[in-house]
T-cell receptor, first 115, second 114 residues
Framework: KAGVTQTPRYLIKTRGQQVTLSCSPI?????VSWYQQTPGQGLQFLFE???????NKGNFPGRFSGRQFSNSRSEMNVSTLELGDSALYLC??????????????FGPGTRLLVL | AQSVSQHNHHVILSEAASLELGCNYS??????LFWYVQYPGQHLQLLLK??????LVKGIKGFEAEFIKSKFSFNLRKPSVQWSDTAEYFC????????????FGTGTRLLVSP
């Protein structure tokens, strides 16, 4: 079974631009979560989607948004990029919406550099 | 709100040495507990997990962890490390009653010298 895939793997943008990252979950997984990983803040939860609905959101500004499609694929968008948005963005998928004995499996990440 | 503390930020060991990485969490309810590992240049991989039952759980590559509820701890252990264990290790928790939201510790960078 193929793992979580993320595209693109690397991205360079300039301040003020916007970016869209894509995530395809493991086949059959319906929950997709996004995390930001930086050296200073570590791994932080962005949001989680299940059945095209955002079920949970972390403490990030409204410039960070996402969506999920009917095939469970998910995208996240960051508008008006700032230097501090440079990070590794990780997507994780799991079978169900609740946290009851569920395990999240991570993709390789998209490394975003904002200049 | 949940929080996770990993006490060791950097650990350097020689091959065959024993390893114990500390993890403490703060949350009043029932949690699921995880250890993930990130090898150099690779993505985050599940090492082991605890949901319920036997508090001593075994994972891949000879790792184990013990959940001690009274201490809110979930320490990772390996009796004899190898050079290939060089990686960053993350402890994570999520609340059993909520939706999917992992709260991670800051990570421990382990360097194993041959």
């Amino acid at each position: 079974k193929a793992g979580v895939t993320q595209t693109p793997r690397y991205l360079i943008k300039t301040r003020g631009q916007q970016v869209t990252l894509s995530c395809s979950p493991i086949s059959g997984h319906r929950s997709v979560s996004w995390y930001q990983q930086t050296p200073g803040q570590g791994l932080q939860f962005l949001f989680e989607y299940f059945s095209e609905t955002q079920r949970n959101k972390g403490n990030f500004p409204g410039r960070f948004s996402g969506r999920q499609f009917s095939n469970s694929r998910s995208e996240m968008n960051v508008s008006t990029l700032e230097l501090g948005d440079s990070a590794l963005y990780l997507c994780a998928s799991s079978l169900a919406a609740s946290a009851q004995q569920e395990t999240q499996y991570f993709g390789p990440g998209t490394r975003l550099l904002v200049l | 709100a949940q929080s996770v503390s990993q006490h060791n930020h950097h650990v350097i060991l020689s091959e065959a040495a024993s390893l114990e990485l500390g993890c403490n969490y703060s949350y009043g309810g029932t949690v699921n507990l995880f250890w993930y590992v990130q090898y150099p240049g690779q993505h985050l991989q599940l090492l082991l997990k605890y949901f319920s039952g036997d508090p001593l759980v075994k994972g891949i590559k000879g790792f184990e962890a013990e959940f001690i509820k009274s201490k809110f701890s979930f320490n990772l252990r390996k009796p004899s490390v190898q050079w290939s264990d060089t990686a960053e290790y993350f402890c994570a928790v999520n609340a059993r009653t909520g939706f999917q939201k992992l709260v991670f510790g800051t990570g421990t960078r382990l360097l194993v010298s041959p």
